[in-house]
Antibody, heavy 121, light 107 residues
């Protein structure tokens, strides 16, 4: 069974750093793109970026580039999303999602359960 | 950036009735259009891709149509579990990949 299991909810202060994780199982982690999607409270879905764990090829949403870093450790089948200095506006639910292999471009077929990040002083 | 506009923002329908949700792209996306369903407290679930192909395990009451800039998701006979938020997504070479703002389907 394909599963993406994300790390738990986080409460942080502005200016702090954070790294959240997404562990894949039940499939060949290195052969599927993983994406990160942000959902701000009561809002819609927005791409943060995507990564191919096989070679760490990473692409970012141009409107968000520089605000986060996406990485992966294929030895432990885990992708990461990290911030060096959080802002209150980073408060959101973050989902990881696997790319559906039948399509040429990114549509997610399996989603993680989400990690709620709350940034507040 | 291709902007996806969904209408209406909220749709009120009774169980057993048909629901029709619309999604418009600011420029042609061919048939590179997916629909996702999201229930409260859950991640999205893929319903439709290629504008009209149901994903694995999706009931036949869900159907998608359209191409180019105009797309429709139809739910033929609403069940209680179908009340949720629905998002369309156009997918093209990165970074051209965007979601609509969602349609809330309520009783």
């Amino acid at each position: 069974e394909v599963q993406l299991v994300q790390s738990g909810a986080e409460v942080k202060k502005p200016g702090e750093s954070l790294k959240i994780s997404c562990k894949g199982s039940g499939y060949s982690f290195t052969n599927f793109w993983i994406g990160w999607v942000r959902q701000m409270p009561g809002k819609g879905l927005e791409w943060m970026g995507v990564i191919y764990p096989g070679d760490s090829d990473t692409r970012y949403n141009p409107s968000l580039q520089g605000q986060v870093t996406i990485s992966a450790d294929k030895s432990i089948s885990t992708a990461y999303l990290q911030w060096s200095s959080l802002k209150a506006s980073d408060t959101a639910m973050y989902y990881c999602v696997r790319r559906f292999s039948a399509l040429q471009y990114f549509v997610g077929d399996y989603w993680g359960q989400g990690t709620l990040v709350t940034v507040s002083s | 950036e291709i902007v996806m506009t969904q209408s209406p923002a909220t749709l009120s329908v009774s169980p057993g009735e048909r629901a029709t949700l619309s999604c418009r792209a600011s420029q042609s996306v061919s048939s590179n259009l997916a629909w996702h369903q999201q229930k409260p407290g859950q991640p999205p679930r893929l319903l439709i891709y290629g504008a009209s192909t149901r994903a694995t395990g999706i009931p036949a009451r869900f159907s998608g149509s359209g191409s180019g800039t105009e797309f429709t998701l139809t739910i033929s006979s609403l069940q209680s579990e179908d009340f949720a938020i629905y998002y369309c997504q156009q997918y093209n070479p990165w970074p051209s990949n965007t979601f609509g703002q969602g349609t809330k389907l309520e009783i």
